[in-house]
């Protein structure tokens, strides 16, 4: 057995409209029918009415920084547990990232620990919807609210993820998807910025494409970028769209399938789904607990020994040496995060696992914990 843990969902539909997209000779990102019609494609299905594609994750997160004129002398709050991602593009604004602390059950940003970070400098709140269960956003909304702040929503690993019946993404003043070769769905790399304001899409629009002017196109309206995501990665969107709902449900089978089989075994903490939410499980994530606490690189090595992959979890940004080291972070900010960081992994969770192969990456978890209990 060779389990990976991830693999892209695609086939011929993905090469029928690339095909369509090369014969057509419009390939870069800034013509070529197929990047309008992922984008409305995408924005409609999350719930969203503009949507603006990017070249990344990053990128995405990035610009709409840039577009909320967020840059030095601000400060963002954001979920400490994420990928780096996520602080990056606050940093790339020369902003100041204000990390805090998860809920230990779904290890999202803990919105009653977000109040008393905020002060005056404070300009926004980033929430990450990690491995694919969404924020709790009213208590951040109201939040918002009291205090005139902007909301981001980190998107990229939970496309379609659902908050009291709304999809996340349509949540904040914007959300950021990635599109990489490992998410929900794929354009290889890729990004989008989702919003319901027509202003700030129109300013995303411009900023994406070297903020080039109106009338006179090289007269630059401010400091621009290429975030340009091509035609073709935008074929790759058009035919993965139309297998959303398909992976998230086979993704659901799998978390489905992994708890029936995982629930007993105490030294276990498997992912939840609450009451407000629907959890596209972006990735089966683990924590260990117990006896078992300090043995992930043991699991993982005897798995990998068995044909199974596995990824360990985030490194929160208060424990990024980088950052440490630079008095930019203490490590001892956000333990729950640190806890998650150090006995957390995820399991392979592609959409085209079979119930076999689960079977087969559950019980030899359960065989490796029983020898090393
Ligand atoms: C939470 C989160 N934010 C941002 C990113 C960055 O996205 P990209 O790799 O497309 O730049 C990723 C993953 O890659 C992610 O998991």
């Known amino acids: 057995m060779n389990i990976p843990v991830a693999q892209p969902f695609i086939g011929d539909s993905e090469k029928k409209l690339v095909d369509e997209a090369m014969d057509s000779k419009e390939l870069s990102g800034f013509c070529g029918r197929f990047i309008s019609k992922f984008e409305k494609g995408f924005a409609e299905y999350s719930d969203c009415e503009y949507g603006v594609s990017t070249t990344s994750g990053?990128?995405?997160l990035h610009l709409a920084l840039a577009v909320l004129k967020i840059g030095p002398g601000d400060e963002v709050i954001v979920s400490s547990f994420t990928n780096m991602a996520t602080f990056f593009a606050v940093l790339y604004q020369g902003a100041k990232p204000v990390p805090v602390d998860i809920?230990?059950?779904?290890?999202?940003?803990?919105?009653?620990?977000?109040?008393?970070k905020i002060t005056k400098k404070t300009k926004a709140i980033l929430v990450v919807h990690i491995y694919g269960h969404p924020v709790d956003m009213d208590p951040l909304i109201a939040l918002a609210k009291k205090y005139n702040l902007f909301i981001i929503e980190d998107c990229a690993e939970a496309h379609g993820a659902v908050y009291k019946g709304r999809k996340i993404g349509s949540l904040g003043d914007i959300g950021c998807f990635s599109f990489y070769a490992n998410k929900i769905i794929t354009t290889g790399e890729g990004g989008m910025i989702t919003t319901n304001n027509k202003d700030l899409a129109d300013r995303a629009r411009m900023l994406k494409s070297l903020a080039f002017g109106d009338k006179n196109k090289f007269m630059h309206q401010e400091i621009g970028f290429n975030f340009r995501m091509t035609n073709i990665q935008a074929a790759v969107g058009c035919a993965q769209l139309e297998k959303i709902d398909f992976i998230i449900d086979k993704k659901r089978e799998i978390a489905g399938l992994y708890n029936d089989q995982l629930e007993k075994i105490e030294e276990l903490q498997l992912p939840v789904e609450k009451p407000y939410a629907k959890n596209v499980y972006w990735m089966y994530h683990i924590v260990l607990r117990g006896g078992l606490k300090d043995k992930r690189g043991l699991l993982m090595s005897a798995l990998k020994k068995e044909g199974i992959d596995t990824r360990e979890s985030f490194i929160?940004?208060?424990g990024q040496e980088f950052f440490i080291n630079q008095g930019l972070a203490k490590k001892s900010d956000c333990p729950v995060s640190n806890m998650v960081g150090d006995r957390g992994l995820y399991l392979p969770s592609g959409p085209i696992l079979s119930e076999k192969e689960i079977i087969y990456v559950s019980d030899n978890i359960i065989k490796i914990i029983n020898e090393h209990k």
């Open 103 to 116: 809920e230990p059950d779904t290890w999202n940003l803990n919105p009653s620990l977000v109040e008393e």
């Open 58 to 60: 990053t990128s995405a």
């Open 316 to 318: 929160p940004y208060n």
